[in-house]
């Protein structure tokens, strides 16, 4: 069921992508006309890394031999009429690293993914005044595939595709605050987060966290025997598009979330930044920043027993690939 309605909602971006390329209306004469009938605009970009290194069995400088993948794909689509807009924004990364060590004499494979990220968001936007819109829409955030905890041995499960999810819909305004910054405010915002995989619950139980004083465990908030977790609350987010010169383009958001029900919660923070400097028609350098804030992942009390260091959760990295924009 749940890559059923993963592939729906990616099935939802290409198809908007198909629509684009026919213009509703076969001429558009002047700007009156568009406003009329309304035209799509359509940006694609695509790209591919490889990297990887290998030993000689005499080899004394020490090192592992290993095999390192990456892709990323985005994919927004507008659609204009009067004075309202639609938005499709599709963003999907994955990369991983493949480590082969030689122990006794035999190759034994280490597989780390180092990416992981899928975004979708759809929303409506109607203008109010230049700078001020009233916006509908929904978001989803999740991952491609298994999770595991490496400080650990027996390096369990600990996040899968839909383990967790987190989908959200909210009506609110939205400020354009430059051509290339948009500041929106959900007044009214809902998001379920959802946890479909036992083997996470089975590992979050193992690792001991629960509620204390209680034999009910949580996962990334989700109460163990259950599927979803159904808050309201208020969302703000901060989204920066430009192209800083002709072959460097910086993508940022910055979402942030407070629960006031059920309980009322610390803001949840997600940043994501991704820095595609275009160095000719084909090659391109992606640099990546994911920053996340989320008590219900990462407990004050977890720091101050010193099981981590920061209740923020960051992953970076950069990779050369090959990338085209369509």
Same mark, same amino acid.
């Given at each position: 069921?749940?890559?059923?309605?993963?592939?729906?909602?990616?099935?939802?971006?290409?198809?908007?992508?198909?629509?684009?390329?026919?213009? !509703?209306?076969?001429?558009?004469?002047?700007?009156?006309?568009?406003?009329?009938?309304?035209? &799509?605009?359509?940006?694609?970009?695509?790209?591919?890394?490889?990297?990887?290194?290998?030993?000689?069995?005499?080899?004394?400088?020490?090192?592992?031999?290993?095999?390192?993948?990456?892709?990323?794909?985005?994919?927004?689509?507008?659609?204009?009429?009067?004075?309202?807009?639609?938005?499709?924004?599709?963003?999907?990364?994955?990369?991983?690293?493949?480590?082969?060590?030689?122990?006794?004499?035999?190759?034994?494979?280490?597989?780390?993914?180092?990416?992981?990220?899928?975004?979708?968001?759809?929303?409506?936007?109607?203008?109010?005044?230049?700078?001020?819109?009233?916006?509908?829409?929904?978001?989803?955030?999740?991952?491609?595939?298994?999770?595991? @905890?490496?400080?650990?041995?027996?390096?369990?499960?600990?996040?899968?595709?839909?383990?967790?999810?987190?989908?959200?819909?909210?009506?609110?305004?939205?400020?354009? *605050?430059?051509?290339?910054?948009?500041?929106?405010?959900?007044? *009214?915002?809902?998001?379920?987060?959802?946890?479909?995989? @036992?083997?996470?619950?089975?590992?979050?139980?193992?690792?001991?966290?629960?509620?204390?004083?209680?034999?009910?465990?949580?996962?990334?908030?989700? !109460?163990?025997?259950?599927?979803?977790?159904?808050?309201?609350?208020?969302?703000?987010?901060?989204?920066?598009?430009?192209?800083?010169?002709?072959?460097?383009?910086?993508?940022?958001? &910055?979402?942030?979330?407070?629960?006031?029900?059920?309980?009322?919660?610390?803001? @949840?923070?997600?940043?994501?930044?991704?820095?595609?400097?275009?160095?000719?028609?084909?090659?391109?350098?992606?640099?990546?920043?994911?920053?996340?804030?989320?008590?219900?992942?990462?407990?004050?009390? !977890?720091?101050? *027993?010193?099981?981590?260091?920061?209740? &923020?959760?960051?992953?970076?990295?950069?990779?050369?690939?090959?990338?085209?924009?369509?």
């Amino acid at each position: 069921m749940k890559k059923l309605v993963i592939l729906v909602l990616i099935s939802v971006s290409f198809v908007s992508g198909l629509f684009a390329q026919k213009p !509703e209306k076969p001429v558009l004469k002047n700007m009156e006309d568009s406003l009329k009938y309304g035209w &799509w605009t359509k940006g694609t970009q695509l790209g591919a890394n490889i990297s990887g290194s290998a030993f000689s069995q005499s080899w004394q400088g020490g090192g592992v031999n290993n095999l390192g993948l990456g892709a990323v794909f985005n994919n927004k689509v507008q659609h204009f009429k009067g004075k309202g807009v639609f938005t499709n924004d599709l963003q999907l990364q994955l990369g991983f690293l493949n480590n082969l060590p030689k122990v006794n004499g035999k190759i034994e494979r280490e597989f780390r993914k180092n990416i992981d990220r899928l975004f979708l968001d759809s929303k409506y936007a109607k203008k109010i005044n230049p700078k001020l819109n009233w916006y509908a829409g929904i978001n989803l955030l999740s991952q491609f595939i298994k999770g595991y @905890d490496y400080a650990n041995t027996a390096k369990p499960v600990i996040s899968n595709l839909f383990a967790p999810a987190f989908l959200s819909e909210g009506l609110g305004l939205e400020y354009k *605050a430059t051509p290339h910054l948009m500041l929106s405010f959900g007044g *009214a915002t809902l998001r379920q987060t959802f946890v479909f995989d @036992d083997e996470v619950f089975e590992n979050t139980k193992k690792a001991g966290k629960n509620k204390a004083g209680k034999d009910t465990f949580f996962s990334y908030g989700v !109460e163990q025997g259950k599927k979803m977790l159904f808050e309201a609350g208020f969302q703000g987010v901060a989204a920066y598009d430009k192209n800083i010169t002709k072959n460097l383009n910086i993508k940022g958001r &910055w979402q942030s979330f407070y629960a006031y029900a059920p309980v009322s919660k610390a803001i @949840d923070h997600n940043v994501n930044v991704i820095a595609t400097a275009k160095l000719n028609k084909y090659i391109n350098l992606n640099v990546g920043l994911i920053g996340i804030f989320d008590r219900d992942q990462v407990s004050k009390a !977890e720091v101050d *027993a010193k099981k981590y260091n920061s209740t &923020w959760q960051f992953n970076g990295g950069a990779n050369l690939g090959f990338g085209i924009q369509l």
